[in-house]
């Protein structure tokens, strides 16, 4: 079945350690986004990527870092720098040559302790 | 910078009580506005998108309509399994493939 897969689902992590979250798709789509969504605040593009190695920050990028080396692939690190990680984190992918709008993972629950 | 506002926050129906979720945007030359399903603790699920001003989308008790300001979602005659959060977004032209939120309806559904 093609989607998108994040892992894991949840995450725990002490305070000044950075972490890696996983997002993988094999719907062949060349756009991957992360959100972070926390209560009352609806979805915050935090990164998002149209082509392999190359990204843009979102609205609130600070603190975070990612990758895309792999056409399917778009991990994001949250590190010590973010000074309120805990949330739930989103990834999602869209074809750019129809617009179909975004299809979503079903999110990485990141508690830092 | 483009803006989603979507009311009312939370919505309380009972089974069969039909009623509206608001969505009013502004961005800068509406290249679709799409909206999403999302149940607790899962990642929101695509249910439509709409391009330009009166344009209408159904699927099943729901119906989707478009305004230059404003979309509506009509749900008629809702079950419980309607209950979930509604999420509102809409895309730009000039910003290619990013999708900006609103905060959401929460929608409740009784016997």
């Known amino acids: 079945d093609g989607g998108i897969t994040q892992s894991p689902k949840y995450l725990f992590r002490k305070e000044g350690q950075n972490v890696t979250l996983s997002c993988e798709q094999n719907?062949?789509?060349?756009?991957m986004y992360w959100y972070r969504q926390d209560p009352g605040q609806g979805l915050r593009l935090i990164y998002y990527?149209?082509?392999?190695?190359?990204?843009q920050k979102g609205d609130i990028a600070e603190g975070y870092s990612v990758s895309r080396e792999k056409k399917e692939s778009f991990p994001l690190t949250v590190t010590s720098a973010q000074k309120n990680p805990t949330a739930f984190y989103l990834c999602?992918?869209?074809?750019?040559?129809?617009?179909?709008?975004?299809?979503f993972g079903q999110g990485t629950r990141l508690t830092v302790v | 910078e483009d803006q989603v506002t979507q009311s009312p926050e939370a919505l309380r129906l009972q089974e069969g009580e039909s009623s509206s979720l608001n969505c009013s945007y502004t961005?800068?030359?509406?290249?679709?506005l799409f909206w999403y399903r999302q149940d607790p603790g899962k990642g929101p699920e695509f249910l439509f998108t709409l391009y330009s001003a009166g344009e209408e989308k159904e699927k099943e008790r729901l119906k989707a309509t478009l305004t230059k300001k404003e979309s509506f979602l009509h749900i008629t005659a809702p079950k419980p399994e309607d209950s979930a959060t509604y999420l509102c977004a809409v895309q730009a032209k000039s910003t290619a493939s990013k999708l900006t939120f609103g905060t959401g309806t929460r929608l409740q559904v009784t016997l």
């Open positions: 990527s149209q082509i392999v190695n190359d990204f």
């Open positions: 719907l062949n789509h060349d756009a």
């Open positions: 999602a992918s869209s074809t750019l040559t129809k617009n179909y709008g975004a299809f």
């Open positions: 961005v800068s030359g509406l290249r679709g």
